[in-house]
Every structure is written in structure tokens, then in C-alpha cells.
């Protein structure tokens, strides 16, 4: 049910981030908080006990990343909550406890966003590692359905959270060396996620362990991960609200030390100062962000991949959110050793890894062909979700999950460096924080309409059949749209190659014609 879909957003979140880079080598997830570049010098300028102090912060923050993505109960919640030991009904955790989790992504999300940059991170941080103690405390404890229900809610929490710590890392260190940590940071999560996944199956298969004990192990490690958490350094600067905040403490004492001589120089100096604040807040870089999304949206290549993201993602996360519900019905296991979702959790943490890495070498004319690469991926994952909801073969629903996420992983690199590449760091973080939202939203709605007890409460295998439609729907469009535009670009182009050769023919008649002397004294052309 809930599985890796947290680790998946925390994973889309580092690459989004250095938008200078080609990021991206790695899981998905969904808004990459840039940090700003401050006033902080180059690398090459700080002196030489400054790398000593920011690698160890690094190093510190990796560490505490990967034992956060450590949870060995997480790919077998949804066993657990249908097992003897919980008793809940698949009806119910179907319709009833699994949308709670996307409404409480939606609610917290902006107030996440927002409030990471204004608390410079670490508050976030804290309140994302209780959210998770409270999780397993609740898993561990509760017995009603409104304790998983509000399970899921902080399960919502901590996934809106996870944007504190990609933007973190940032803050650490000098613009020089945004894609290094971006590599430490992503991968410290995915050995976390890896490791998290293969020691649950070992607890499970191996170890025979109950999902209670499971959960208490879960417990003991992301208690561990709130002490963490209660350790990391305060940043000094962020994105938005505090991204040049030594520069106006050193403003403000000087202003301090001038304010007295300038009131006896003109009285109405305070008067004018207050009036002139009242609109300040026109000029701050959030709102400065906002107006300059106008333009973002007019641009072909942003409107095509941020359609993507927020489009193929919704339906993404759908499937992580309620796979292991359809694995359950599937093959609904007697003995907790024959359930293995956590090693199939692994091998597509791995395969994704892999088409993320493989991604960020693939050259091609992304202007003439993103929307029929985009159109094949997508009528694949169709088809992949038309097995999973047909077949009663456990193992090709398993292969068939694996394969549709790393089709998803595949685009997300390109995706996020067709976005970001032009954009500066403040606005690449407004547009992947609006393209999340609005994803988040069609969740919601989505969810509301087709799973929630209040609308059509379908079981889990129409739900996939609804998903195939969905993506079935997203391919006709993408087709369409790759049919007009390699048309129009063949169609043009003879046109182009006129224009090319009248510009060279126009360049040669401007040439001055080289002359030579004759025997008589005159000129002759050559």
C-alpha cells in the first residue's frame, strides 16, 4: 500500500534540485526546493578548515537520510493491516484507510513547502521523523479504523515533509558543489530504501518474524532517526524567506547605528520609509517568481513535461499507493514467508536506479520527439497495468510493477532536466512545487471518485482497469500531439533549408570582388 511511495518523492526531490545539472540518476518524487546561492564564496575562496566543516555536515545528513529511508515493515503494511494480528478487511483498507493518505499529502503539502524555507529546514525535519514514530506507534498499537486512518494522515505528513531534506543538503555548501551532494544525498536514500526492503524480506522469509515484531523493529529505527534529526545544524539561509539573511542583520546594524542622525535630517524620513514597506512585499522573490511564470507557460517544451509530471505521476503514485492491496488479492498468502514484497521492492528500487543512470546519457532532438518517446512509455505502462489487473499469476504482476516503475523512472531524469535547465533555481523549485500540487489534487480527486467509500468504492482490480484507462487516455493525447508536431516540422523544413540557402547566397553577394592590375595601368574583375 503505502510501500515506497514516500521514498519516491523524497528521491524525485534530489533531482530536481541544482537545476544547472543534468539532473537526475535516480527514484522519483516531487518538489525539488532549490536553496539560494547567498552570498557565500566559491569553494576555491573559503578557507581550509571551511571543506572540513561541510563535508562532515554532509556526510551527517546522508547518514541521517539513509537510516530515515530504514523501515523494514514498510513494504508489508498493507499484509499486516489484513492479516490476523490487525483483521482489518480488504474492503476496508481499500476504501476507507488508503485515501486518507493522498487527502493528507494535498492538505499538508503547501504549508510544507512553505514553511521549510520560512524554519530554515530542521523544524521540518523534526516534525517529519515524530510524524514517523507516530506512524508505527500507531501501527504497533492501534486496533480501530480511525487510528489507521490517522496513520495514513501522518504517513501524509512525512511525505510533504521529505521536501526539508532535499532542499537541506543545499544549504550546507557552495553553488560549486550542488551536484556532488546531490549525488551523496540521493544516493545515501536509495542504499537506505535498498537495504530498508531486502532486511524486511530477510526478517519475513528468513527470520520467519511476525508483522508485529516487524513494526516494532520499525519502531526502534525511526526513534533513532528523530534523535538524528534532533542533531542536524541549523542552516543560516534558505530559499525564499531567508536567502540573504546575513547581508540584512549587517543592513540592519548599520541602519541602527545612521537611524537617529537621519531623523534629525528629516523628520518624515520614518513616514515615507512605512509607506514605501507597504508595497515591499511586491518586490520579495516569491512574488517576483510567481509573475514570472507567465512567461514559463508559454514555452512548448515546459508546458509538454510539466503536463507529464503532473499527469503520468498522479497515475504513478496511484499504483504504488495500492499495489500491494492487488498483490494481496492476488495471492493472498497463508504464511508470512511467502509473502515478498519487499524483495520486489528491492529489485525495482534497483532497476529504477538503473534507467535513471541510463537515462542521463540518451541524445536525441527532444524538441521534435519528446511527445512520441513520452507516447510509447506510456502506452507500455498501459499495457503493463492491463496484465495487473487481468492476471492471477503473482509473479507477472510482480515483473510488471517493476517494469512500470522503471518506465516512470526512465523519463523523470529527462523530464526534470527539460524543466529546470533554463529556469533559475528559485523559480525551478516554484515550478516543480505548482506541478506536484496540481498532481496532487487530480490524486485526490481521482481517489475521491473511484476508491473512497463516498463515491464508487471500487475493489482494487477495477481500480487498475480505471488506471489503464486513464493511461490509455494519456497515450491517444501524446500520439496526437507527437503526430502534429513531427508533421509540422517536416513540413517546414523545406522552408527552413530556403531560408538557410538565401542567407549564404546573400552573405556571397556581399562580398567586395577581388580585382587585379592590368599591363595598361587599369583594372580588371577576376
Same mark, same amino acid.
Given at each position: 500500500?503505502?510501500?515506497?511511495?514516500?521514498?519516491?518523492?523524497?528521491?524525485?526531490?534530489?533531482?530536481?534540485?541544482?537545476?544547472?545539472?543534468?539532473?537526475?540518476?535516480?527514484?522519483?518524487?516531487?518538489?525539488?526546493?532549490?536553496?539560494?546561492?547567498?552570498?557565500?564564496?566559491?569553494?576555491?575562496?573559503?578557507?581550509?578548515?571551511?571543506?572540513?566543516?561541510?563535508?562532515?555536515?554532509?556526510?551527517?545528513?546522508?547518514? *541521517?537520510? *539513509?537510516?530515515?529511508?530504514?523501515?523494514?515493515?514498510?513494504?508489508?503494511?498493507?499484509?499486516?493491516?489484513?492479516?490476523?494480528?490487525?483483521?482489518?478487511?480488504?474492503?476496508?483498507?481499500?476504501?476507507?484507510?488508503?485515501?486518507?493518505?493522498?487527502?493528507?499529502?494535498?492538505? /499538508?503539502?503547501?504549508?510544507?513547502?512553505?514553511?521549510?524555507?520560512?524554519?530554515?529546514?530542521?523544524?521540518?525535519?523534526?516534525?517529519?521523523?515524530? @510524524?514517523? /514514530?507516530?506512524?508505527? =506507534?500507531?501501527?504497533?498499537?492501534?486496533?480501530?479504523?480511525?487510528?489507521?486512518?490517522?496513520?495514513?494522515? *501522518?504517513?501524509?505528513?512525512?511525505?510533504?515533509?521529505?521536501?526539508?531534506?532535499? &532542499?537541506?543538503?543545499?544549504?550546507?555548501?557552495?553553488? &560549486? =558543489? #550542488?551536484?556532488?551532494?546531490?549525488?551523496? @544525498?540521493?544516493?545515501?536514500?536509495?542504499?537506505?530504501?535498498?537495504?530498508?526492503?531486502?532486511?524486511?524480506?530477510?526478517?519475513?522469509?528468513?527470520?520467519?518474524?511476525?508483522?508485529?515484531?516487524?513494526?516494532?523493529?520499525?519502531?526502534?529505527?525511526?526513534?533513532?532517526?528523530?534523535?538524528?534529526?534532533?542533531?542536524?545544524?541549523?542552516?543560516?539561509?534558505?530559499?525564499?524567506?531567508?536567502?540573504?539573511?546575513?547581508?540584512?542583520?549587517?543592513?540592519?546594524?548599520?541602519?541602527?547605528?545612521?537611524?537617529?542622525?537621519?531623523?534629525?535630517?528629516?523628520?518624515?524620513?520614518?513616514?515615507?520609509?512605512?509607506?514605501?514597506?507597504?508595497?515591499?512585499?511586491?518586490?520579495?522573490?516569491?512574488?517576483?517568481?510567481?509573475?514570472? =511564470?507567465?512567461?514559463?507557460?508559454?514555452?512548448?517544451?515546459?508546458?509538454?513535461?510539466?503536463?507529464?509530471?503532473?499527469?503520468?505521476?498522479?497515475? #504513478?503514485?496511484?499504483?504504488?499507493?495500492?499495489?500491494?492491496?492487488?498483490?494481496?488479492?492476488?495471492?493472498?498468502?497463508?504464511?508470512?514467508?511467502?509473502? #515478498?514484497?519487499?524483495?520486489?521492492?528491492?529489485?525495482?528500487?534497483?532497476?529504477?536506479?538503473?534507467?535513471?543512470?541510463?537515462?542521463?546519457?540518451?541524445?536525441?532532438?527532444?524538441?521534435?520527439?519528446?511527445?512520441?518517446?513520452?507516447?510509447?512509455?506510456?502506452?507500455?505502462?498501459?499495457?503493463?497495468?492491463?496484465?495487473?489487473?487481468?492476471?492471477?499469476?503473482?509473479?507477472?504482476?510482480?515483473?510488471?510493477?517493476?517494469?512500470?516503475?522503471? *518506465?516512470?523512472?526512465?523519463?523523470?531524469?529527462?523530464?526534470?532536466?527539460?524543466?529546470?535547465?533554463?529556469?533559475?533555481?528559485? =523559480?525551478?523549485?516554484?515550478?516543480?512545487?505548482?506541478?506536484?500540487?496540481?498532481?496532487?489534487?487530480?490524486?485526490?480527486?481521482?481517489?475521491?471518485?473511484?476508491?473512497?467509500?463516498?463515491?464508487?468504492?471500487?475493489?482494487?482490480?477495477?481500480?487498475?482497469?480505471?488506471?489503464?484507462?486513464?493511461?490509455?487516455?494519456?497515450?491517444?493525447?501524446?500520439?496526437?500531439?507527437?503526430?502534429?508536431?513531427?508533421?509540422?516540422?517536416?513540413?517546414?523544413?523545406?522552408?527552413?533549408?530556403?531560408?538557410?540557402?538565401?542567407?549564404?547566397?546573400?552573405?556571397?553577394?556581399?562580398?567586395?570582388?577581388?580585382?587585379?592590375?592590368?599591363?595598361?595601368?587599369?583594372?580588371?574583375?577576376?
Amino acid at each position: 500500500m503505502l510501500s515506497h511511495s514516500a521514498a519516491e518523492q523524497n528521491n524525485e526531490m534530489d533531482l530536481k534540485m541544482p537545476a544547472a545539472e543534468a539532473i537526475e540518476g535516480n527514484l522519483g518524487g516531487d518538489i525539488e526546493v532549490a536553496v539560494c546561492t547567498s552570498e557565500e564564496p566559491p569553494a576555491s575562496q573559503s578557507p581550509p578548515e571551511e571543506p572540513r566543516k561541510w563535508m562532515w555536515a554532509v556526510i551527517f545528513l546522508c547518514f *541521517f537520510g *539513509f537510516m530515515a529511508s530504514i523501515k523494514p515493515g514498510e513494504p508489508f503494511i498493507t499484509p499486516y493491516l489484513l492479516s490476523t494480528e490487525k483483521n482489518f478487511t480488504r474492503q476496508q483498507v481499500t476504501n476507507e484507510i488508503t485515501p486518507v493518505l493522498t487527502y493528507s499529502y494535498m492538505a /499538508v503539502l503547501v504549508p510544507a513547502f512553505l514553511l521549510t524555507d520560512f524554519l530554515r529546514y530542521k523544524p521540518v525535519l523534526v516534525i517529519q521523523a515524530i @510524524s514517523q /514514530v507516530v506512524i508505527w =506507534l500507531l501501527l504497533l498499537l492501534g486496533t480501530s479504523l480511525l487510528q489507521m486512518q490517522f496513520m495514513e494522515f *501522518f504517513y501524509g505528513v512525512t511525505m510533504a515533509c521529505r521536501v526539508a531534506y532535499s &532542499s537541506y543538503i543545499f544549504s550546507l555548501v557552495s553553488p &560549486s =558543489l #550542488y551536484q556532488r551532494v546531490a549525488s551523496y @544525498s540521493r544516493s545515501s536514500v536509495l542504499l537506505g530504501v535498498f537495504a530498508s526492503s531486502v532486511l524486511g524480506q530477510l526478517f519475513i522469509s528468513v527470520g520467519q518474524t511476525s508483522y508485529n515484531t516487524l513494526s516494532a523493529i520499525s519502531l526502534g529505527f525511526v526513534s533513532f532517526g528523530l534523535l538524528l534529526s534532533l542533531c542536524l545544524p541549523w542552516p543560516k539561509r534558505s530559499l525564499f524567506f531567508n536567502k540573504a539573511c546575513k547581508q540584512e542583520h549587517r543592513e540592519v546594524a548599520t541602519r541602527a547605528g545612521t537611524k537617529a542622525e537621519l531623523y534629525k535630517m528629516n523628520p518624515k524620513e520614518d513616514e515615507l520609509a512605512a509607506a514605501g514597506s507597504a508595497s515591499h512585499w511586491k518586490d520579495s522573490v516569491f512574488v517576483q517568481m510567481l509573475m514570472e =511564470l507567465r512567461t514559463v507557460v508559454k514555452r512548448p517544451d515546459m508546458r509538454l513535461w510539466s503536463l507529464w509530471w503532473i499527469f503520468n505521476s498522479t497515475g #504513478y503514485y496511484l499504483v504504488l499507493f495500492y499495489v500491494h492491496i492487488l498483490w494481496s488479492k492476488v495471492y493472498p498468502a497463508t504464511e508470512n514467508k511467502n509473502v #515478498y514484497n519487499g524483495a520486489v521492492e528491492a529489485a525495482s528500487t534497483l532497476l529504477s536506479a538503473l534507467t535513471s543512470f541510463v537515462a542521463g546519457f540518451v541524445k536525441i532532438r527532444w524538441n521534435i520527439w519528446s511527445e512520441l518517446v513520452i507516447g510509447v512509455i506510456t502506452a507500455v505502462q498501459a499495457g503493463l497495468l492491463l496484465l495487473m489487473g487481468t492476471t492471477d499469476n503473482i509473479w507477472a504482476c510482480y515483473v510488471a510493477y517493476v517494469l512500470f516503475r522503471s *518506465f516512470y523512472q526512465f523519463l523523470v531524469p529527462i523530464a526534470t532536466f527539460q524543466i529546470a535547465s533554463s529556469l533559475t533555481k528559485e =523559480l525551478c523549485a516554484l515550478v516543480f512545487g505548482i506541478n506536484t500540487f496540481l498532481g496532487t489534487i487530480l490524486k485526490s480527486i481521482i481517489n475521491l471518485i473511484f476508491s473512497d467509500k463516498r463515491g464508487l468504492a471500487m475493489d482494487v482490480h477495477s481500480q487498475f482497469l480505471v488506471y489503464f484507462v486513464y493511461f490509455t487516455l494519456l497515450t491517444v493525447i501524446y500520439f496526437t500531439s507527437a503526430g502534429v508536431v513531427i508533421f509540422r516540422h517536416f513540413r517546414n523544413q523545406p522552408k527552413r533549408q530556403a531560408i538557410t540557402q538565401q542567407s549564404k547566397c546573400t552573405e556571397l553577394s556581399q562580398v567586395v570582388p577581388e580585382v587585379e592590375p592590368l599591363s595598361n595601368g587599369k583594372n580588371a574583375k577576376t
